[in-house]
């Protein structure tokens, strides 16, 4: 049997203990050999506000600590084409739960079904009645499987108002993310 290997992509604008959090708790719960934590460098679903070079350097810093964590650069904007690139078998794709709502939406979700298994982290305050109703509605439901998380209370757009204005990040972002994003002045205009 082959060892499992699993696959956590984003934007990481920036990456926040919450990635962490859910990236830790991931390997345990698959019990995963490697995660690739794959930073897309222009997402076809969102805009981003930092160039993907610094945000693969804050990826870099905050999955340092992470055991079996290797951090690179997806220039597939699209889930679908980068499994396909990478060729891995049968891989755990990882998202939140509510990411898995939109799933549907995706460009060739069926596809990504085909070469990943999806891993979906479900907290407190997310409406696992309408999660389980898109995981029924999905043609291969077999695929997905929801896995309860710490819920970690962050998000990358809360550390860039916070660091807009200044303010500290403790607790919110690796203490090495959060030196960076001071030392390179990230997320303030002007």
């Given at each position: 049997m082959s060892a499992a290997i699993g696959i956590l992509g984003g934007a990481f604008d920036p990456p926040h203990n919450g990635h962490v959090a859910l990236a830790r708790e991931a390997i345990d719960h698959f019990d995963l050999e490697r995660l690739l934590v794959r930073v897309v460098a222009d997402p076809g679903h969102k805009?981003?506000?930092t160039p993907a070079?610094?945000?693969?350097?804050?990826?870099?810093?905050?999955?340092?600590d992470v055991e079996g964590a290797d951090v690179s650069l997806d220039p597939y904007p699209r889930t679908a084409e980068s499994l396909e690139a990478l060729g891995l078998d049968d891989p755990v794709f990882l998202i939140g739960a509510d990411e898995l709502a939109a799933f549907p939406t995706w460009v060739r979700p069926e596809r990504v079904l085909d070469l990943a298994r999806i891993g979906a982290a479900?907290?407190?305050?997310?409406?696992?009645?309408?999660?389980?109703?898109?995981?029924?509605?999905?043609?291969?439901?077999?695929?997905?499987?929801?896995?309860?998380?710490?819920?970690?209370?962050?998000?990358?757009?809360?550390?860039?108002?916070?660091?807009?204005a200044g303010?500290?990040?403790?607790?919110?972002?690796?203490?090495?993310?959060?030196?960076?994003?001071?030392?390179?002045?990230?997320?303030?205009?002007?």
């Open positions: 805009g981003v506000h070079g610094i945000r693969l350097r804050l990826a870099e810093l905050a999955f340092a479900t907290r407190p305050g997310v409406d696992l009645g309408s999660v389980e109703r898109t995981v029924a509605a999905l043609s291969r439901p077999d695929r997905v499987e929801l896995f309860p998380i710490t819920p970690v209370d962050v998000s990358s757009s809360e550390i860039r108002t916070l660091a807009a303010l500290p990040l403790d607790g919110l972002v690796p203490a090495a993310v959060a030196a960076e994003i001071e030392r390179l002045g990230l997320y303030r205009s002007g």
